[in-house]
């Protein structure tokens, strides 16, 4: 706060406001490069050959993933599940949407000897878990069962890293990697 102006970052109001980095200088290609290089380091993730998808936030996008795995069909909605005890965010934000795309239904284990194969589900499996820390599994199997799995706390800060995550829907956050939880970047 003593060197404020020393230390005062101007961004131009047209910094990276883009969807395409190839080409173009809009968003950050160096970026990227460091997502991956980070995860090789830590060995929690494997990157190669995987799109990198920013948010604000892991928050907004734990919901690009429930939209994006939803089917567009009302009248077939996607159950969202996680098991208990889950981040309450997930019940909280899928609802909030008011999609009609897709409904949050509690907890995973009540689909879990569910046979009905019309019925499109989404698991939250997260691992670590919060609230309690477990490296928790994907329950739910079969064609019609996808899982998002937040790997919020999968740092060696928090559990040992046995082996880099490998699924093919990972989201990670700069919250609980580093604190910045005010700096929005999932
Ligand atoms: C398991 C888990 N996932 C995601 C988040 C959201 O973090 P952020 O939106 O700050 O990336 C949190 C925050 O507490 C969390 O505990």
Redesign the pocket.
């Known amino acids: 706060m003593q060197n404020a102006a020393s230390s005062a970052l101007v961004v131009a109001g047209w910094h990276r406001m883009s969807y395409s980095f190839k080409d173009s200088y809009f968003i950050s290609q160096e970026l990227e490069t460091h997502i991956r290089k980070l995860h090789a380091i830590v060995g929690n993730a494997v990157t190669d050959k995987r799109f990198i998808v920013f948010?604000?936030?892991?928050?907004?996008?734990?919901n690009a993933a429930v939209h994006a795995l939803s089917p567009d069909n009302s009248s077939s909605p996607a159950r969202v599940v996680a098991s208990i005890p889950f981040?309450p965010?997930y019940e909280l934000q899928t609802e909030y949407f008011q999609s009609v795309d897709f409904q949050f239904q509690g907890d995973t284990s009540l689909w879990k000897n569910s046979s009905d194969t019309s019925v499109n589900l989404i698991e939250f499996v997260?691992a670590p878990?919060?609230p309690d820390g477990q490296m928790n599994k994907a329950v739910l199997r079969g064609p019609n069962a996808k899982a998002i799995y937040?790997h919020?706390?999968y740092w060696p800060h928090y559990t040992p890293i046995t082996a880099p995550a490998d699924k093919p829907l990972m989201?990670f956050?700069?919250?609980?990697l580093t604190g910045h939880?005010g700096s929005?970047?999932?």
Not at 55 to 62: D, K, P, R
């Open positions: 948010g604000a936030g892991s928050t907004q996008l734990l981040y965010l997260t878990n919060n937040d919020a706390y989201i956050t700069t919250s609980k939880a929005r970047f999932g």
